[in-house]
């Protein structure tokens, strides 16, 4: 029962984590279109896509629209970030208070004593992109 509970914490945490990363990706879709938009004459014909149907409309009607949705998405980002925070707490908290551990826990930490070196290396490249 307890790694019952145990597992569907940790399955609510990845739901709210790809959900986020799903979020992330649409918000950063919204900021291209919405770049791209801000530089096109405001009477131009542009097409939006709504509930999957393709409706024609200018630029002037879509641009403020897009940008109401890419605030909202940011502050639904926000909510799942603070719920993802809320969940690994309890689930930490729950792993403490049943002294669970995970297969291969030890093992992952002790690389990292062994090479330092190679951990920094591979964690300070990540995330930059270049163009």
């Known amino acids: 029962q307890v790694v019952a509970r145990f597992n569907r914490l940790r399955q609510e945490q990845r739901g709210l984590a790809s959900k986020a990363a799903e979020l992330e990706l649409e918000l950063n879709e919204h900021s291209l279109v919405i770049e791209t938009l801000r530089e096109v004459d405001p009477t131009r014909k542009c097409y939006r896509m709504v509930g999957g149907i393709l409706v024609e409309r200018t630029v002037k009607e879509v641009l403020p629209a897009l940008e109401n949705n890419k605030e909202q998405i940011s502050k639904i980002i926000e909510t799942l970030n603070q719920q993802l925070q809320t969940k690994g707490r309890e689930l ?40």
Do not use: Y
Not at 102 to 127: C, F, I, R, W
């Open 92 to 131: 930490n908290d729950f792993r403490e208070k049943h002294n669970i551990r995970l297969m291969g826990e030890d093992d992952q930490k002790q690389p990292p004593k062994e090479n330092p070196e190679g951990a920094g290396a591979k964690t300070s490249s990540a995330g930059v992109l270049v163009s």
